[in-house]
């Protein structure tokens, strides 16, 4: 079992700033990765709908023999991942919005959270949220559109500037001192963000803090892949593969990019 791969799955390329983590972390690993850009966004989703493709793509990594799944989307995590654990019966990692850390470290008492609707009305979020930030102003928005361009790899454009900086403009009045990226297509959108926002705003996204806990749960599973050669991974997207061949920029990885259906 060790041998088989970390199932990773998002609503299109984003999730593999999550994978590039992981991989980073975790050299030895075998990884299948699933671009489910035929139904990006999920943001915009009912939670019906999300949990529904959730079960989709996971069946399929099942398919494919995996022996753990990361959920590498904030909106299938705050959405469908307990339906996920209580159907399934390998171990699931999601990724949440990290509230926490930007809520203990603010100086200001200002926090900013840029993510999909479908995140920030989910109640798990919610939950977070009440948890963390009880004397804290949180200014949340709704990254409408910064799916879709990252998709068509229109980061670097004018309208990804303009349309990130009104998205920003709030957050800056308040006076945020942390930027917190809730979807983990935006980690892609740093080098722009660096752009609007002052070099005091710390941005914090939750790739890394998902590879430590891949590594913790798959430890204490014994499943932890023993091998001293380098992992294998295969990349899938049911649409065009051009996305996710350029977002994929590493040459120190045996990966390989194809369609599949699913
Ligand atoms: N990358 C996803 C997330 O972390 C989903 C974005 C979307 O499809 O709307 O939320």
Redo the contacts with the bound molecule.
């Keep these: 079992m060790q041998n088989q791969a970390i199932g990773i799955f ?3 390329i ?2 593999t700033s999550i994978w590039k983590e992981i991989t980073a972390l975790l050299p030895h690993e075998n990884t299948i990765y699933l671009a489910d850009s035929k139904y ?5 989703r009912s939670r019906e709908e999300i949990i529904k493709l959730s079960i989709k793509n996971t069946k399929k990594l099942l398919e494919l023999d995996c022996k753990l799944i990361v959920v ?5 995590t705050t959405n469908a991942i307990q339906i996920l654990r209580s159907t399934f019966s390998i171990p699931f990692i999601g ?1 949440e919005p990290a509230i926490k850390p930007a809520a203990i470290n603010t100086q200001t008492k200002n926090i900013g959270v840029l ?2 609707k ?2 920030l009305t989910s109640e798990l979020f919610a939950k977070t949220s009440d948890l963390y930030t009880q004397n804290i102003k949180v200014t949340e928005i709704v990254g409408t559109g910064l ?1 879709e361009l990252i998709e068509e790899g229109k980061v670097y454009t004018p309208e990804m500037y303009n349309l990130l900086s009104s998205y920003m403009r709030p957050m800056i009045d308040a006076n945020i001192d942390y930027l917190v990226l ?4 935006y980690p892609y959108l740093i080098p722009v963000l660096k752009k609007i926002v002052s070099d005091k705003v710390t941005i914090i996204d939750s790739g890394e803090a998902v590879a430590r806990q891949t590594k913790t749960v798959l430890t204490s599973s014994n499943l932890l892949n023993t091998s001293s050669e380098k992992g294998n991974h295969l990349l899938y997207s049911n649409t065009d593969i051009k996305a996710l061949k350029d977002i994929i920029t590493t040459n120190n990885l045996n990966y390989q990019i194809d369609t599949l259906a699913f």
């Design positions: 998002d609503s299109g984003g999730g990006a966004p999920y943001g915009k590498a989307c904030n909106t299938a990724i993510a999909t479908g995140t799916v809730g979807c983990s297509h």
